[in-house]
């Protein structure tokens, strides 16, 4: 934890072909079995499993977003490490191949057969939605003073009160 500037976050998010992100970070947002969760310094250590989704990262005023398939994200002190099926950035995502990925599994879903080529083309349409949508995302820049969600006021007062 001493390698880690004060108040930020080392992310890494490593699948089992690469290490996809290994930086220092001011929060990530990440895809929760039970909904989305955000992080920030000092948040209290837990382990949790992550659904197919949106990961995203904040880092000085750049937003970056990944397209993250199944994992575990474990977050420990000032760390969070992801370790997932797949994550892709919102660069490295080829849109058209990610497009015909979800048509082909909604001609699959349409045919209506209820058999595992079914069950198969639910979570490969799940899969290629996320990436059509970080696709899109290219990096933000985000602006000072620009409104952060709800939760990320909630998570600050949180974080203020534990200092106490």
């Not at 992100?21 to 310094?41: A, I, R, T, Y």
């Amino acid at each position: 934890m001493a390698d880690v500037s004060i108040d930020k976050i080392k992310l890494e998010i490593v699948t089992p072909e690469r290490v996809v992100v290994s930086e220092e970070v001011d929060e990530v947002v990440l895809p929760g079995l039970e909904g989305e969760f955000g992080v920030l310094h000092g948040h209290i250590p837990f382990l949790t499993a992550l659904k197919v989704g949106v990961l995203s990262y904040k880092k000085d005023n750049t937003q970056e977003h990944l397209a993250v398939s199944w994992g575990y994200a474990e977050v420990t002190g000032d760390n969070v490490k992801v370790l997932a099926e797949s994550a892709e950035k919102a660069s490295e995502i080829d849109l058209s191949r990610a497009q015909s990925a979800r048509e082909a599994a909604e001609k699959i879903l349409v045919a209506g057969k209820e058999d595992t080529e079914h069950e198969e083309a639910k979570v490969r349409l799940e899969k290629a939605l996320i990436r059509v949508q970080v696709a899109g995302k290219k990096s933000e820049t985000v602006k000072i003073g620009q409104k952060r969600p709800v939760w990320g006021v909630f998570i600050d007062i949180f974080c203020n009160l534990n200092s106490v």
